[in-house]
């Protein structure tokens, strides 16, 4: 028996049906109504790439990207990260994954001006992503882990706890290099939904000037409270490792074992403990050539946990 198959963009309306076929069928859980709503269609960089195939008048599978700007090597780029590729069991064998990949993909290198692409995957799309759609394995930082030290019960404390993000006000033109680039308005979008049980936002300053803002997310590890480093942002390069120390002593204050991050192309290591651990995500890159493919490839990108689409 032929289908009737129709391939077309996301709307509002659509998102009850894409959640409920991402629970059944071992997709991304958290993508809710109201979570697509605000991670998609609330973006403050209005680039995004969102389809949807629907077979004999049912949505059975869909495709996103969420587009960004960077910062590689002094130079803006425009790029795309594949987030959420998805068909239901009923169709799949049937290439619809891979044309509703391929969508996006044309969408955004026609129509929004994506320069190139970098996306996590999980165990079920890698082999895909690598072996159908040109991708090849990108940079993987390290994670760190800054454990607590006795040291930082008597380090001087200069930082401020924020209760509301949407309260934040800050106004720098630093960028850290080979990253996404943010602002307050990104950073506000960021984490406006995060649940305010484990999400933890302070202030850092030097000679009573605020230098920067760092997003925490409280976590367990084997057990144990820690806290993650989600973001940043600051006024200058080096205010990075007087964030990072802020955050290191915020944590031993408050009785959380340790501070978790991706280890970045700055100093990351003045205070506490640290350990680095395997990182075993799946980062990948692709460009518009192989060259290019090549290059973003082997670009040592600085990362943080905020950038990979986690809801929390």
């Known amino acids: 028996m032929s289908q009737e198959i129709e391939f077309s963009r996301i709307e509002p309306q659509d998102t009850p049906r894409l959640h409920e076929l ?4 071992d997709g991304n859980v958290s993508l809710t109504p109201e979570n697509f709503d605000h991670w998609y269609f609330r973006n403050p960089s209005k680039s995004n790439s969102l389809w949807k195939v629907v077979c004999n008048g049912e949505t059975e599978g869909y495709a996103t990207t969420n587009n960004f700007k960077y910062v590689i090597e002094g130079k803006e780029y425009l790029i795309a990260l594949p987030q959420n590729v998805l068909t239901s069991e009923k169709v799949r064998g049937g290439g619809l994954f891979g044309k509703l990949y391929y969508l996006t993909e044309k969408d955004n290198l026609e129509e929004k001006g994506v320069d190139m692409f970098l996306t996590s995957t999980g165990a079920m799309s890698t082999d895909i992503f690598l ?38 006000s800050f106004e720098t033109d630093y960028q850290i290099e080979n990253a996404r680039i943010k602002n307050m308005e990104y950073l ?10 484990v999400l933890r936002v302070i202030s850092v300053s030097v000679k009573n000037e605020i230098i920067g803002y760092a997003f925490l997310i409280v976590r367990k590890m084997y057990g144990l409270p820690t806290l993650m480093l989600a973001d940043m942002i600051c006024k200058r390069e080096e205010n990075i490792a007087d964030l990072i120390d802020a955050c290191h002593v915020f944590a031993t204050r408050n009785m959380f074992a340790a501070v978790i991050m991706f280890e970045l192309n700055y100093n990351c290591r003045r205070r506490g403990i640290n350990v680095t651990m395997k990182n075993h995500l799946n980062f990948l890159s692709k460009g518009k050539t192989p060259e290019e493919t090549k290059w973003l490839s082997t670009r040592k990108l600085n990362y943080f946990f905020g950038d990979l689409d986690f809801f929390w």
Not at 133 to 138: I, L, Q, T
Not at 188 to 197: A, L, M, V
């Open 188 to 197: 506000k979008w960021r984490y406006s939904q995060c649940n305010k049980k």
């Open 131 to 168: 072996k159908k759609f040109g991708y090849v394995r990108g940079f993987l930082p390290s994670v760190l882990v800054k454990f607590a030290s006795p040291r930082a019960l008597f380090s001087r404390g200069n930082f401020s706890l924020i209760q509301d993000v949407n309260s934040l």
């Open 22 to 25: 991402a629970l059944k069928n």
